[in-house]
């Protein structure tokens, strides 16, 4: 045999070799994430719960009572019968913090942040960096098209991972990848003179199919100068790409739109990449580190 047909040899067996070692680690990966989220799920009623904190300033309360809606989960601060200074904070009608304070609203955030605490033992936390990119409709219209802002695709992204899983090995969506391989830009020095209604929607229609196309899982807010008819065509176009909007204010109505994508998928995904991307950062139940440890 000659040498150079043993060196060819030689090197097919070690391409062979480091395939098995990276597939055998992407399972040996899969197989942990499997293992410490079954073990976290198999708990009690609070196995699916997974608590997001946007900011430090956001209210302990709102942030536990909006975790635990989110899988139909009860909570309450309730006044001791027997001691009218005692409150008590219950999560599907079990105690979790206690406390004497002179009145309910006073008892609300100390006991939450307890209950958010004890908590971290036995549940996901994710801590959001960045949640939204706002859009108005001075920046909606492009009679230049210029892109001023465009954020680059994280090889990280949750999202990114998540269409690779599904099959998407790069390039644009669609038979042709006839996609755009950008995230979501943000277009300005917009002339809005002589655009209608049907020129402002087709580009809202553009917005929200190149969000939907996206590699990231940020949350598009549509300002508040858009009419009330505008943001009725705005949910019914987010709805036909499958993406989940929301209204929100009194006054000033502003409408959010997202993937639809569980907390818990975001959990697996941040697992996968080491816990962390650009835009959000895993706490693992302290109770289960030694899985996750291993």
């Known amino acids: 045999m000659s040498t150079e047909l043993k060196r060819k040899l030689s090197d097919h067996d070690d391409d062979k070799q480091c395939r098995r070692r990276k597939n055998g680690g992407e399972n040996n990966l899969e197989e942990k994430i499997s293992r410490l989220v079954n073990e976290v799920q198999a708990q009690d009623f609070l196995g699916n719960l997974v608590v997001i904190l946007h900011d430090e300033n956001e209210n302990p309360y709102v942030t536990l009572q909006n975790a635990l809606s989110y899988i139909n989960i009860t909570l309450k601060v309730v006044k001791n019968d027997e001691n009218p200074e005692l409150f008590e904070l219950q999560i599907n009608e079990k105690a979790f913090a206690c406390g004497s304070f002179q009145n309910m609203q006073l008892a609300k955030r100390p006991l939450a942040e ?9 549940c996901f936390f994710i801590s959001k960096k960045s949640d939204y990119v706002n859009v108005t409709k001075e ?3 492009t009679s230049s098209a210029k892109t001023v802002v465009k954020p680059s695709v994280n090889s ?6 998540i ?3 599904m099959g998407w090995t790069g390039g644009g969506l669609g038979a042709q990848e006839q996609g755009n391989l950008d995230s979501v830009m943000l277009y300005e020095n917009v002339n809005r003179h002589g655009l209608g209604n049907r020129n402002l929607m087709t580009e809202i229609t553009k917005k929200l199919d190149e969000f939907c196309r996206s590699s990231n899982l940020l949350t598009l807010v549509f300002d508040s100068d858009f009419t009330k008819e505008e943001r009725v065509l705005i949910h019914k176009v987010a709805r036909k790409f499958n993406l989940k909007s929301k209204s929100s204010g009194t006054s000033s109505r502003k409408i959010t739109v997202s993937h639809k994508i569980t907390r818990m998928d975001i959990v697996k995904e941040l697992l996968k990449i080491g816990g962390e991307d650009g835009l959000y950062k895993l706490h693992i139940p302290t109770k289960f580190m030694h899985l996750w440890d291993l």
Do not use: Q, R, V, Y
Request: charged letters at 35%; hydrophobic letters at 40%; aromatic letters at 0%.
């Open 114 to 122: 307890e209950a958010l605490e004890k908590l971290k033992e036995t």
């Open 139 to 141: 920046n909606l219209s």
């Open 156 to 161: 990280n992204s949750i999202a990114l991972k």
């Open 163 to 165: 269409m690779t899983k």
